[in-house]
């Protein structure tokens, strides 16, 4: 019998869940609206944020879960990695929490735990699995071989896929958080009217960094001969970058498959919602005979859901951390 609080805070949402006996039975989120006034995180605002939302935060997933403090047996927390400020919001308030109580804590990865998602909901995948871990932060493919044995096969050489989306955003002069609203306008644009620098890396890894610098270029060029080019091609540019990003994730992918021999495919982190990557992963999965699996939009961008069904497995095996924890900005995966 096992009620575990988890609380999420490495970027600027604030998310508290429940775990109760592994299903999950509240995920409470908690956004930051502030940060569209600067165009990106600024950590700062975001960890003073943090302390504001918490313990609301908590309120709410104990009253959505139907339980009390009391019923509570363990906290799960994202340790990193992360923002250091927003994660000393959450570590903190962790370890006091758990004082209180006289219960155990639980130190989680922050990446460990979008690949762990997948376990929240059926179906669930077989070990061993490839899972494309892709965010604003992160272009990973992951050989996961246990809960807690999984092994980094391939990533991104310098920039994330997320960040290739939010860098065209603000290219294009959309709000933040611009990555969104690409996936929106691509849906009405075709894919194929642009064509951008695709980078030919070996192996298993990515690289972004000149794939962003050309799309630079190329709106630059453009603008100064068609001063409204990025106002009348707006749909066509978003649907031209989404499918090149799309592309070159899913080409690696396949790769890693043929490689390891492996058709369980998951996908998980902020870029898994985007629509273009969800609908062609489908596509893949018919002519390479995956199965695949895609969670819930909710378990995707950052939430404590993940952190919680990380944490319930940590209980079952008793690894728990002392109150000497401290968080990690950077953390080993």
Request: proline share 5%; with cysteine.
């Amino acid at each position: 019998m096992s009620v575990i609080l988890a609380i999420e805070s490495s970027c600027d949402d604030t998310s508290v869940a429940i775990c109760n006996n592994g299903k999950i039975t509240a995920n409470v989120i908690a956004n930051q609206t502030i940060h569209q006034n600067y165009g990106g995180v600024i950590p700062e605002l975001a960890s003073r944020v943090h302390q504001q939302n918490i313990v609301p935060a908590v309120h709410q997933a104990l009253l959505n879960a139907k339980v009390t403090k009391q019923d509570i047996n363990a906290v799960a927390f994202t340790r990193g990695p992360g923002l250091l400020g927003s994660l000393l919001v959450g570590v903190s308030f962790a370890k006091s929490f758990a004082l209180a109580l006289n219960i155990p804590l639980i130190s989680v990865n922050h990446m460990h735990a979008h690949i762990l998602a997948h376990f929240i909901d059926d179906p669930k995948p077989n070990f061993p699995f490839l899972c494309l871990t892709v965010s604003g932060g992160h272009t990973q493919i992951v050989l996961v071989k246990d809960y807690f044995d999984m092994e980094i096969v391939g990533e991104t050489l310098d920039d994330a896929a997320g960040e290739a989306f939010d860098k065209t955003a603000k290219i294009l002069q959309l709000p933040y958080p611009g990555g969104p609203l690409i996936d929106k306008y691509a849906q009405l644009g075709d894919p194929q009217k642009f064509k951008f620098a695709v980078p030919q890396i070996p192996d298993l890894n990515f690289s972004f960094s000149g794939f962003k610098t050309s799309i630079l270029y190329f709106i630059r060029k453009q603008e100064q001969e068609h001063p409204n080019f990025i106002a009348e091609n707006l749909n066509d540019i978003c649907a031209s970058v989404q499918y090149s990003i799309v592309q070159i994730l899913l080409n690696k992918l396949k790769k890693a498959a043929k490689l390891y021999g492996i058709n369980e495919i998951a996908i998980a982190g902020g870029v898994s919602a985007n629509s273009g990557l969800r609908n062609k992963l489908q596509d893949v999965a018919v002519t390479e005979g995956w199965k695949v699996y895609i969670p819930a939009f909710q378990y995707c961008t950052d939430n404590a859901g993940m952190i919680a069904i990380a944490g319930y497995q940590k209980f079952l095996k008793g690894d728990f951390v002392g109150q000497e924890v401290s968080p990690m900005a950077r953390m080993e995966f």
